[in-house]
């Protein structure tokens, strides 16, 4: 009767592994009496600036927090139009609105996900100011082609690197591509706290120092608000348990490639659509996304045999209630993908051992 689970998450394996470490860092903090803004997250700004290779890096509240604040330093704001991936995380969409911008959404290239470069130029209007690439899943999106093309319009470009601590495209970090790259660090991320969290990396000095005002109040100087800010910083606490979490994410992200490989090998003989990734590509698999028809089966047949999977995601953005107002749109591609999409699970908990015996599992279901 008992078999084998495999959980599609496993946080709790993360504090297990790490847990000297983490409590070491849980005490700095709480014995140094400053919980705001100190050392440890002026020491994770510079390890992760470091990491990826931008020279600044700004802490924030979360992921959605890093894309709204990099899109008010850029001046988006209301009348402006913004491209944006017609299959992401809702959070993306909610950046652009909570800046007052309008949503362009544009349909992904069916074999990597990511937003079509080809399909830019039909999307752009008089008032695109901004567009947004999503590495989705950790796949890095096609950077070139949109940067020549925002070059070529003068468009404001921030990546949505929440699911791409790492991600490399033609030998870059995801962290320097793009005018700006916003992080996530919520705890099932890649690079994942305990709790919320956030960063966005970037080059350009200028547009740092704004992302850094309008998160803490408009200010830059204490009790000096030049501009309409809010509130939104990384954790202290966070910021210490994420310096942990740095040392070990390339070695982490090396036993997501390691299942990866286990499942592209082997699961080639059976109908799924397996994750494509171009040659300029080393994606760090934040989710193994398969795509067939039918999928509720297979799911039922994984979860019978203990194998937690998930949908990512279950809803495209423009059919959700909170965009009802845009439900009418025709996104085909986007809406069969989110018909038809299994993520199967994926992470450094897990063996390849249990990465064989998901493989076994789904080639028994085929055959
Ligand atoms: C997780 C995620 C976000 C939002 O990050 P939060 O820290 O949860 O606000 C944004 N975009 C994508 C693609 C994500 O996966």
């Known amino acids: 009767m008992s078999v084998t689970q495999i959980q599609f998450l496993d946080v709790g394996w993360t504090y297990k592994t790490l847990a000297a470490k983490m409590d070491a860092a849980a005490k700095r903090v709480l014995e140094s009496g400053w919980y705001v803004l100190g050392n440890e997250v002026k020491a994770f700004e510079k390890e992760f600036a470091l990491y990826t290779g931008a020279n600044h890096c700004i802490g924030t509240g979360n992921g959605l927090d890093s894309l709204e604040l990099a899109l008010r330093a850029a001046g988006v704001g209301a009348g402006d139009d913004v491209i944006v991936p017609s299959n992401t995380f809702i959070a993306t969409w909610l950046a652009v609105t909570r800046t007052g911008a309008n949503i362009i959404p544009v349909e992904p290239i069916e074999a990597t996900y990511n937003i079509d470069p080809e399909k830019l130029e039909q999307a752009l209007t008089p008032d695109t100011k901004a567009i947004i690439p999503v590495h989705l899943y950790g796949q890095p999106a096609d950077m070139d082609k949109i940067m020549a093309f925002a070059e070529e319009h003068s468009l404001f470009v ?164 909170a965009y009802k107002h845009m439900g009418h749109l025709s996104l085909p591609i986007s809406e069969a993908i989110h018909r038809e999409v299994v993520s199967l699970p994926i992470g450094p908990h897990m063996t390849a051992e249990q990465a064989e015996y998901v493989v076994k599992t789904i080639n028994e279901f085929y055959h």
Not at 228 to 233: A, E, I, V
Request: charged share 20%; hydrophobic share 40%; aromatic share 10%.
């Open 158 to 321: 921030v990546t949505d690197a929440a699911q791409a601590h790492g991600a490399v495209y033609k030998g870059k970090m995801i962290g320097t591509l793009g005018h700006a790259a916003a992080f996530s660090f919520y705890p099932g991320k890649n690079l994942g706290a305990f709790g919320d969290g956030g960063a966005i990396t970037t080059t350009d000095a200028d547009l740092a120092k704004r992302i850094r005002s309008i998160g803490n109040y408009g200010s830059s100087e204490k009790y000096v608000h030049e501009t309409l800010g809010f509130n939104s910083r990384l954790d202290e606490l966070q910021a210490a348990f994420l310096r942990v979490k740095l040392d070990v994410l390339d070695d982490w992200n090396w036993r997501r490639r390691n299942i990866a490989d286990i499942y592209l090998k082997g699961l080639k003989d059976t109908p799924l659509i397996l994750p494509v990734v171009p040659q300029w590509a080393q994606p760090i698999w934040h989710l193994f996304v398969v795509r067939c028809e039918g999928r509720k089966g297979l799911i039922t047949h994984l979860k019978e045999n203990g194998i937690h999977t998930a949908i990512h995601y279950p809803t495209p953005p423009h059919k959700q209630g």
